[in-house]
Structures are given as C-alpha cells and as structure tokens.
Nanobody, 126 residues
Framework: QVQLVESGGGLVQAGGSLRLSCAASGLSFGNYVVGWFRQAPGKEREFVATISRIGATDYADSVKGRFTISRDNAKNTVYLQMNTLKPEDTAVYSC????????????????????WGQGTQVSVSS
C-alpha cells in the first residue's frame, strides 16, 4: 500500500523558515516525480514545486528563489525548504507522486498525480 506522509509544518513569523518532509512507503521514490502543492482556505489547490527522477526542479513563480525542493532516494524522502516565508504562503501543503520516465519533468497539474499525502498546515503570521 502506497503511503505518503508529510511533516514539518507549523506556525512561523513572516520572514522565517520551515522545512517540510515527505516520506514514502510502498513505492520506490526514485522511480517517481514528486511535487508539492498547497491549498489555502477558499482557494484552489496550486502547484508549488516539483522534482524529477534525476533531480531537475521547477517552481511556481510565487516561490521561486525562496523555496527549494530536494530528494534523498536512499531515505525515500523529498523535502521542501521554505525561506523568507510570507503570510500569503499560509496553506495546507501536500506532496504527491506520479510514475515517470527517468528524464521526464514534473507536471504542474495536480490531476496528474495519483498518490497523495494527507497534508501539513503551514501558517505564516505578519
């Protein structure tokens, strides 16, 4: 059974940092593209970042230069380092995975990801 579990969320002041983790079981993360998405109250789920099997990364414009996605396949874990957080970053953050060929880039549409974690709350106070 595939399971993705996020951790690392919390409450932080604007300008602060958090590091989210996404740990997988039931699949070998090295064979999957992994993405981070977020959803704020009353808003649609939006793409945040993705990392390909070979480590190529892509980011939403709103987080580029502030967030960094990385992966440790030996630990079956993907991370999202979030720096210079802003109140508008407040949301539930979820990781997701989809199988892909080695050189395929990550998809921005959440509909392309069949496996999801339960999400972790990130709250940024002004």
């Amino acid at each position: 059974q595939v399971q993705l579990v996020e951790s690392g969320g919390g409450l932080v002041q604007a300008g602060g940092s958090l590091r989210l983790s996404c740990a997988a079981s039931g699949l070998s993360f090295g064979n999957y593209v992994v993405g981070w998405f977020r959803q704020a109250p009353g808003k649609e789920r939006e793409f945040v970042a993705t990392i390909s099997r070979i480590g190529a990364t892509d980011y939403a414009d709103s987080v580029k230069g502030r967030f960094t996605i990385s992966r440790d396949n030996a630990k079956n874990t993907v991370y999202l380092q979030m720096n210079t957080l802003k109140p508008e970053d407040t949301a539930v953050y979820s990781c997701a995975a989809h199988a892909a060929s080695a050189f395929a880039s990550g998809n921005h549409s959440y509909r392309d990801y069949p496996y999801w974690g339960q999400g972790t709350q990130v709250s940024v106070s002004s």
